[in-house]
């Protein structure tokens, strides 16, 4: 701007306008405040018009169900948790093969098929990994056995729970595993269940620490890491991008680990179809997957994304390479909500182990019928 | 002249606005530029605190109520088949949760069990993590949210759900009670644009504001807040919605207001700067033109007198007066102006005597010629008249051409003396070539002299002598040759002098201390002011014929100006008589 005007615009009200733009691309997402505004300007960037809108992660399935059902403002693109694929495959589009075809992890490959079909991009890879205080040394081996051991070797009078763990049942996953149980209904009715459950819960007051606050889990854990009370942290990638000295972290894999992620897709109500993948293929794009990463750490999906990640990406995403997908059923993500209460319940010493399995079994028989 | 000193007057002015006006208008723009930026910023914060504060009242209220039936639902399932103590539940939770509009209790399989009817399309109990506040939704044309809240037994099982509808009515008051800028109003939008509540208690209607308010767009499409200014309205929006499901309320609150009032402030500011700062600048002008005339005005009077110096007009003017080193360089160009007048009036007198000793060679000359045969003239002529006896008709003739034979010797005296005095040019060089030491005389010891000689002669006259020595700083003129002069001087007075009266020989330090000056003042007639110029040529004289010469007071002249000095006649003290002024060089 010229001097004379920056003068005269100082002593006159110059005011900003907006033009009016192409018609936005209508998109539902589950991303974080941060990551939401990335993606505003990363599509700003690329002058694609989009108009987001949050939907709350843990009722999202349903959430965007009741949107699609209603055919109202139907979005063009959603980013989904990849749990909630098989819930609502039948009101989507499959993917183009131009999509299918780029470089894809094999890890996101998977995410992304069902029934030997594409049905979206992959966004991102999570799941559980093992963060660990790299000045302590490494479990024997990836089993959750030898991952207490290591905790319990780490304990010292500074630091007496130097396991991070959070009661959950996404969390308990590896211990079903390893006791041949599953989240699918009929491996709750056996004792491996049980056992599961009395082995983690047995760890908190002994080598885990106290499980965080309901409500402040994230802020809680970050605290204990970061001033080093734990030691060996069980959590998913999505934290890594907040640690703040990522020198001090490594990373290893849990035996039996859940792997999961977030997919693009574009329901069959979408007004503008080719928009919703145009968007998708932003998004999964290599330069704003490598932003992702490089800001929050996250796992990217693309392999050039993921060769041009962070050390701590990468690390990530080697770990979860022995991990599992959860069962790929509708009913797979409900199934948490009998679950974590009933983990609760054990570990806060209001009902034994087979009390809970016993009201999760009937609950999710229940939920069983519903899905049926 | 005058133009050099309005040029200089510009420039101090030019100066002052380079030095001072220009920085201040300069800063002063800056200034509105940084005073309204700050404006528009704390219009900015002000109105996102404002929303943080309703958003905080907002979701804490939604959440004080989730908190209150999650407790309430805790308890219900420790004994869901007790129906009076559930009724009391219900009781007791619609009085301490005065926005629940309608509870019901529903168990696993969705079936209501206690409380009013389930409304239709809540989700009662999967994947909602123990309860969710649902998006707001009208019934009966009143903006509500479903609240549900999972009641789970002692081992975490799943005994009923209860699903409250909470009244947003509290949104509304909340809104319309805050307390706004000029023109700005407070909306609070759900998911989907459409507006929950409005400050202005408008009919809040079912259209959405999405596609039409650019704000509102902005607001549902961010996961933060934000401003925005668009369509001459600015606006600052913060996205309630929550990430988990407990705050899974989706809604945006937005406080808008017209620009124009909002920056109101920012304009007073600028109209006010740009007045006071108009007349701080009026105000600065003039003081600066005042500033630079009062500046500039000893230094053209400088000016003006170094031009007058260079053209040869040094007399001293009025004294110079100026602030400062100004007023000091006045005093310095006046003392300067005075020496150089004293050095320019004994230049002149020195050149005068130059010019009068070359007509006093060629009349010493002449003289010399004529002294000879005239002395035979006047001796034959006494001879002769001694042969004729008295009474003999030739006496009278011989003693007529004895007498002019005198007085011709007398003028030829004058003349010789006036040629015999020595140039001080030739007395300070030596024929070898060598300098020989300037006179050196005491004016002091020369007066007392003078006196003691004429003391005699002035008895038989009217006039009585008087000397007032101030200064006794050597001369550089010859004893003899002042002597003479002084002599001569005194002798004039007392033959003027008709009536009694005073000589006064005074003798003080000349201006500019180089040279001391010495007056000779009578109580007579005066020298009128037509011959003053011409009582020092040679043969001029206002005395009878006969009774004088006409060279005494060349001679005088003569005399001073050989020594470098100055001889002027003028009026006497208090403007009677004659005052002889000589200006003479110190040794």
Redesign the interface.
């Known amino acids: 701007m010229r001097p004379g005007l ?2 005269a615009c ?2 006159t ?1 110059c ?4 033009s009016t733009g192409p018609v ?1 691309i209508r998109f539902l997402h ?8 990335l993606v ?1 300007q990363a599509m700003q960037e690329r002058g694609l018009a ?10 999202g ?3 965007i169900r ?1 949107i699609l059902n209603a055919k109202e ?1 139907c979005p063009d693109v959603i980013r989904i948790d990849a749990t909630w694929l098989p819930g609502l495959r039948a009101q989507l589009l499959p993917a183009p093969a131009e999509l299918t075809s780029l470089d894809w992890t094999p890890e996101a490959a998977a995410l992304a098929q069902l029934g030997g079909a594409w049905w979206g991009a992959p966004q991102a890879v999570d799941g559980l990994i093992v963060v660990r205080d790299a000045a302590s040394p490494p479990p024997a081996s990836a089993s959750i056995d030898d991952l207490v051991a290591a905790a319990r070797a780490a304990r010292s009078e500074g630091r007496r729970h130097p396991l991070g763990l959070r009661v959950d049942g996404y969390w308990l996953v590896p211990w079903l595993r390893a006791e041949r149980a599953d989240l699918a209904a009929r491996a709750i009715t056996g004792d491996g269940a049980t056992r599961a459950v009395a082995k983690f819960a047995s760890l908190f007051g002994d080598v885990a620490s106290p499980p965080p606050a309901a ?1 402040a889990e994230t802020p809680d854990e970050l605290r204990r890491w970061n001033s080093h009370d734990v030691a060996y942290w069980i959590t998913g990638p999505w934290q890594l991008g907040a640690l703040h000295d990522p020198e001090r972290v490594a990373v290893s894999p849990i035996a039996g680990a859940p792997r999961g992620g977030q997919l693009l897709v574009v329901p069959t109500c979408a007004k503008r179809p080719d928009q919703g993948w145009r968007l998708a293929a932003e998004l999964a794009s290599v330069a704003v997957e490598t932003r992702f990463a490089q800001r929050f750490s996250t796992i990217p999906t693309r392999q050039a994304a993921l060769a041009a990640a962070p050390p701590l990406s990468r690390a990530a995403s080697e770990a979860l390479r022995s991990a599992e997908m959860l069962p790929r059923e509708p009913v797979t ?2 199934l ?3 679950l ?7 570990v806060d010493g ?2 034994t182990p087979e ?2 399995i ?3 079994r ?2 999710w028989a ?2 069983t019928r ?1 899905a049926k | 002249m005058s133009t050099k000193s309005g040029s200089l007057r510009w420039r101090v002015l030019l100066v002052l606005a380079l030095a001072a006006i220009v920085p201040t208008i300069v800063v002063g723009v800056l200034a509105i530029m940084r005073a309204r930026d700050d404006v528009q910023k704390e219009v900015r914060r002000g109105a996102l605190a404002h929303i943080r504060a309703l958003g905080a009242a907002l979701d804490g209220t939604l959440q004080d109520s989730r908190r209150t039936v999650e407790l309430a639902a805790a308890t219900w399932a420790d004994a869901p088949d007790d129906a009076r103590g559930t009724q009391l539940l219900i009781a007791r939770l619609r009085r301490d949760v005065p926005i629940v509009h309608a509870l019901s209790i529903v168990d696993p399989e969705g079936s209501l069990r206690y409380g009013d009817p389930v409304p239709s399309g809540a989700d009662v109990g999967s994947h909602s993590f123990g309860g969710y506040v649902g998006d707001a939704v009208r019934v009966g044309g009143r903006p509500v949210v479903q609240l549900v809240v999972q009641a789970r037994g002692r081992t975490g099982e799943l005994m009923g759900v209860f699903v409250a509808t909470l009244d947003l009515g509290f949104v509304r008051d909340l809104v319309t009670a805050a307390r706004l800028g000029e023109g700005a109003r407070v909306v609070v939008v759900d998911g989907a644009g459409v507006p929950v509540a409005t400050s202005d208690g408008a009919p809040i209607g079912t259209s959405s504001l999405a596609g039409i308010d650019p704000a509102v767009d902005r607001a549902l499409g961010s996961s933060v807040e934000g401003t925005l200014s668009a369509a001459g309205w600015i606006s600052a929006y913060r996205n309630l919605s929550g990430y988990q499901s407990l705050r899974g309320v989706r809604w945006a609150i937005l406080h808008q207001q017209p620009e124009d009032e909002a920056y109101a402030l920012a304009r007073r500011t600028t109209r006010d700067t740009l007045i006071i700062g108009g007349a701080a600048l009026a105000l600065a002008l003039a003081l600066g033109v005042w500033f630079a005339t009062r500046l500039t005005r000893p230094l053209a009077a400088l000016a003006k007198r170094a031009d007058a110096i260079a053209t040869g007009h040094a007399e001293a003017g009025p004294p110079i007066e100026g602030p400062g080193e100004i007023g000091v360089l006045g005093q310095r160009i006046d003392e300067m102006a005075k020496r150089i007048a004293e050095r320019h009036e004994l230049q002149t007198a020195l050149a005068r005597g130059d010019r009068l000793a070359s007509v006093g060679v060629m009349s010493a000359q002449v003289a010399h010629e004529i002294n000879n045969p005239l002395t035979t003239v006047l001796g034959y002529a006494k001879l002769l008249q001694e042969d004729k006896p008295e009474g003999h008709p030739d006496r009278a003739a011989l003693e007529l051409i004895a007498s002019e034979a005198e007085r011709m010797k007398g003028i030829i005296g004058g003349l010789l003396e006036y040629a015999r005095t020595p140039r001080q040019s030739d007395m300070s060089i030596a024929a070898a070539g060598k300098l020989e030491a300037p006179p050196i005389t005491e004016p002091a010891q020369v007066v007392r002299h003078v006196g003691a000689l004429l003391e005699p002669a002035l008895k038989k006259t009217q006039a009585r002598l008087a000397t007032d020595v101030q200064s006794t700083k050597p001369l550089a003129i010859d004893a003899h040759a002042l002597q003479q002069v002084l002599v001569n001087l005194v002798q004039n007075a007392a033959q003027a002098m008709t009536s009694p009266g005073t000589i006064t020989i005074a003798v003080a330090p000349a201006p500019g201390g180089i040279a001391t000056a010495i007056t000779v003042a009578d109580e007579g007639p005066g020298v009128p002011a037509k011959d003053r110029a011409r009582v020092f040529d040679p043969f001029f004289t206002t005395k009878a014929a006969g009774s004088g010469t006409g060279l005494g007071l060349a001679v005088c002249k003569h005399l001073i100006a050989t020594a470098g000095g100055s001889i002027e006649v003028g009026d006497g003290p208090n403007g009677k008589g004659a005052e002889f002024r000589l200006v003479i060089p110190n040794a």
């Open positions: 920056a003068i100082a002593l009200a005011g900003g306008g907006e936005p589950t991303f974080s405040a941060d990551e939401t505004e505003n989009v108009d987001g809108s949050l939907v709350p992660f843990a009722r399935q349903q959430v009741e403002a409500g993500p409900l948490f909500d009998d974590n209460p009933a983990l609760a319940a054990v209001h009902a009390e809970a016993e009201g999760v009937r609950g229940r939920l519903g």
